[in-house]
């Protein structure tokens, strides 16, 4: 049996991105995927453009729409209209188009696909993985990427990512038309939603709407949501396909490497805790790992360790107060509207932290003392 350099597991855009950039730097790299063919997976599609500058080619085959402007509401009143800084545009991509593109451009880089392979078992003896799927096919590779989305038994198993996984509850709905929402505009409803918020986003003739909560343990009442949300943007109650989704957030700084294995994207709990925004640290991840297995398979560093250091600094440590602001903010909402979402400097803030610009290090401090001593 031959063996990979690499097996990457799970073609989302997480596993995908990896994917692309080992092969394209020569390595052997067989993808392993569960499920054929596109589908709809729960995901809004925003995306900061800034991501473009990690790929050597063009991402806009999979944008629908580019936002510029964003409508705040609270329980569907008091609204804050606001123009985002031409600067930072944010994409709306359709998910299934993206991660086909990903896919397709790592195959035409060298990759190759096994699916339907739903891994069942992951081995490591003398110096090399054996990976087995649910029907009894085998692989064997030097390392392994672990990108199977917000589900993945392995992280655990293998000691990546954080012990104790935080989990947002989330209900997404993709619907045909736009209702009343405008090409170019997003929608962020807070105050419906207990612990959390919804959006809308529209797409090239559909809308993705979306509700999420944050902090707490229990379950949301995402239909009661809905049957407010979606008649206000047009739509029947009951409009669309829904899909429920535990989605892992980050939950602490923690190794994100082992022995010839690293775990990306939401299987290795990246997405922001405050915002849900996962698509930026998934393809980050993965273009990060790629170039540390890189330099691993060529024998230039003993340990994949740079991985877990390179992602605590470009993410993890943005993340830590991203985390802070989500359970002081989503605590108390409707300081957090008044005080924070409707602040002039609101918007251009929250599109510089979509964007890359800044972290919410760079914020966090003065929005968690304004939420505390307003509540007090
Ligand atoms: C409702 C909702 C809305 C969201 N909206 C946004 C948004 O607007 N913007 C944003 O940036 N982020 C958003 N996110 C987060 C974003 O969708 C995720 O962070 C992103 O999907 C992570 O990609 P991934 O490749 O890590 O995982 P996934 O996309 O989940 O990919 C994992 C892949 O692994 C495969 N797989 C699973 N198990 C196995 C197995 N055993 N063997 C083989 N293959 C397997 C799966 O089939 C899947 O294709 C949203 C999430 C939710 C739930």
């Known amino acids: 049996m031959s063996v990979y350099d690499v097996a990457v597991i799970g073609a989302g855009a997480a596993g995908s991105a990896t994917a692309f950039h080992l092969a394209n730097a020569g390595h052997r790299v067989s993808v392993l995927e569960a499920v054929e063919g596109p589908r709809i997976k729960p995901c809004g599609g925003g995306m900061a453009s ?8 063009d991402l806009s085959p999979a944008v629908d729409d580019v936002i510029r402007q964003v ?20 994409w709306i991509v359709r998910r299934e188009r993206l991660d086909g593109l990903l896919l397709e451009k790592a195959q035409e880089a060298g990759a190759t696909l096994q699916c339907p392979f739903l891994v069942q078992d992951i081995d490591r003896d003398d110096g090399q993985w054996t990976i087995r799927s649910a029907c009894g096919n085998t692989l064997k590779s030097k390392a392994v990427v672990i990108a199977d989305g917000s589900a993945s038994p392995w992280s655990g198993q293998f000691g990546l990512g954080p012990r104790d996984l935080h989990l947002a509850s989330t209900l997404s709905v993709r619907l045909d038309g736009l209702g009343t929402l405008h090409p170019g505009v997003a929608r962020f409803e807070f105050g419906l939603v207990h612990h ?8 090239n003739g559909g809308i993705n709407v979306g509700v999420g909560t944050f902090i707490g343990r229990n379950p949301m009442d995402a239909e009661t949501v809905l049957n407010a949300l979606l008649p206000d943007l047009g739509f029947p109650a009951d409009a669309g ?20 294995m690293v ?34 398979l060529r024998n230039d560093v003993p340990s994949l360790a740079d991985y877990t250091t390179v992602m605590r600094h ?4 943005s993340m830590a107060w991203g985390r802070r602001i989500a359970q002081v903010f989503y605590r108390f909402p ?9 602040r002039p400097t609101a918007p251009r803030r929250i599109a510089q932290i979509l964007s890359g610009e800044m972290g919410y290090g760079d914020i966090a401090q003065r929005v968690i003392r304004r939420l505390l001593l307003q509540r007090g």
Request: with cysteine; hydrophobic share 45%; charged share 15%.
């Open 50 to 57: 800034s991501v473009q500058q990690w790929f050597p080619f």
């Open 71 to 90: 409508d705040f509401s609270w329980c569907l009143n008091d609204p804050v209209i606001a123009e985002l800084p031409g600067e930072a545009p944010f």
């Open 196 to 203: 959390g918020f919804a959006w809308a986003f529209p797409l």
């Open 241 to 260: 396909l829904r899909q429920q989704a535990a989605l892992r957030v980050w939950n602490g700084h923690s190794p994100l490497h082992g022995n010839g």
């Open 263 to 296: 775990a990306v994207g939401d299987a290795a709990s990246l997405c922001d805790p405050f915002l849900a925004e996962g698509l930026r640290p998934a393809l980050m991840s993965g273009c990060e790992a790629a170039t540390c297995l890189d330099r691993w």
């Open 314 to 317: 470009r993410w993890g440590d």
């Open 334 to 342: 409707g300081v957090g509207y008044q005080l924070g979402i409707k």
